[in-house]
């Protein structure tokens, strides 16, 4: 295939890119708005259409869409290509517009993360079928509640990953990029667990003795719980959401709050719920109980035994291109990179745009880099190993 010839078309159709990026960007879509991020699946159902792929929708109540687009299929097994359609920014809250381009920099909410790295799956994916590249089926798959841990779908959303991987050989996960093009190979997993503390109602100044605090045994749990943290290892308790009780006067029956949890590897998630689990058997006084419940969970992105070849390629890709050589990470932060380790397929996380900032009013993504990590990710594509 004719590298140079598939260089040059990504060149001249990346302004076609930059206005799906910019069109996706001024439907503002947090993870709360259903209406935004439907309507963003809406787009990009018919965008893929019209480059021919074949799409499937996977449809919630309360969290926007899914979205799964696919070339024709191959001989040999697929390539996914991963983003989310999400947002953190609440709506109408981003200063100065959109989309706004000054120089080689894109501001707007979620043009770094993650909407420039959809418009790099696209633009990747059209200029392979227009090279006539056929080997292997590319398959795009956006999500639309990742920012909140799957929360909205209470984790339903992730049956894309479960359905839509199975037949892949490999991802590229186009989250927010490094500015030095770094990507990463592991990441720390993360959940949202929420403990309900009941307790017994009483006028707190007639008969405070009939009552038992609910916020007091919640107080004392939390105190236990932040206790277990450990940095060294990168187990992490953070309770960092509490509600309760009715008002001062009144010894109050209800409090909850969430603990975020981080881990390096999965089987510290299962050590840490069971230390969760047995703070919430133990109440001081009887009257009080405790319970444990999920509300998002990013399980550990861990290496896979391809992974290390498909950096390697990714790597090679970047060398023939002149640029810098890219060097494989752990990053602290989730992503949906980890449902496709989980599931053994080796997978790079990192390889959208590349900017700075995101989930800040700062949030800026480079202009020059849409057609530059297409072009890598194209060349990766290309040089993969029919028995990879």
């Not at 799409?55 to 390539?79: D, I, N």
């Not at 080689?104 to 909407?115: E, L, M, T």
């Not at 992490?236 to 309760?244: P, Q």
């Not at 975020?260 to 009257?287: P, Q």
Request: charged share 25%; hydrophobic share 40%.
């Amino acid at each position: 295939m004719d590298i140079a010839g598939l260089y040059e078309y990504i060149d001249r159709i990346t302004p076609q890119a930059q206005a799906l990026w910019k069109h996706l960007a001024e439907i503002e879509s947090p993870s709360y708005c259903k209406e935004g991020i439907d309507r963003i699946v809406a787009h990009l159902d018919t965008y893929a259409g019209a480059l021919g792929m074949t799409t499937r929708k996977y449809e919630y109540e309360k969290a926007g869409s899914g979205l799964a687009a696919e070339t024709e299929a191959g001989k040999l097994p697929a390539v996914a290509l991963m983003a989310h359609m999400d947002t953190v920014h609440k709506l109408g809250s981003f200063p100065g517009g959109l989309f706004r381009i000054e120089g080689d920099a894109v501001h707007g909410p979620g043009v770094y993360d993650c909407k420039g790295g959809i418009a790099v799956a696209f633009l990747a994916a059209q200029a392979l079928q227009r090279a006539g590249y056929q080997k292997r089926q590319i398959r795009i798959l956006l999500i639309g509640d990742e920012e909140v841990a799957h929360s909205f779908s209470n984790g339903k959303s992730v049956e894309l990953y479960e359905r839509e991987i199975p037949g892949c050989c490999c991802a590229f996960n186009c989250e927010s990029g490094l500015l030095n093009g770094d990507v990463y190979v592991e990441r720390k997993g993360g959940g949202i667990a929420e403990i309900a503390v009941r307790g017994v109602e009483a006028h707190a100044g007639n008969a405070p003795q009939q009552g038992a605090s609910a916020i007091a045994e919640a107080a004392r749990k939390i105190e236990k719980i932040e206790a277990l943290s450990d940095w060294e290892s990168g187990k992490l308790y953070n309770c960092g959401l509490i509600s309760g009780g009715t008002g001062a006067n009144v010894i109050p029956a209800d409090c909850r709050f969430q603990v975020g949890l981080r881990f390096v590897a999965n089987r510290d998630y299962d050590e840490e719920m069971e230390n969760l689990r047995t703070i919430c058997a133990s109440n001081r006084d009887a009257r009080v109980s405790a319970e444990v419940s999920v509300k998002g969970l990013f399980r550990a992105m861990e290496k896979t035994p391809k992974t290390p070849e498909l950096l390697r390629i990714y790597q090679e890709a970047c060398r023939d291109m002149g640029l810098r050589i890219p060097r494989g990470l752990r990053a602290n932060g989730c992503s949906d990179a980890s449902f496709v380790a989980m599931q053994g397929v080796p997978v790079l996380c990192g390889v959208g745009v590349r900017g700075e900032f995101n989930h800040t009013l700062k949030e800026y993504a480079l202009l020059s880099s849409l057609p530059e990590q297409a072009k890598i990710i194209c060349t990766a594509i290309l040089n993969l190993p029919d028995d990879f």
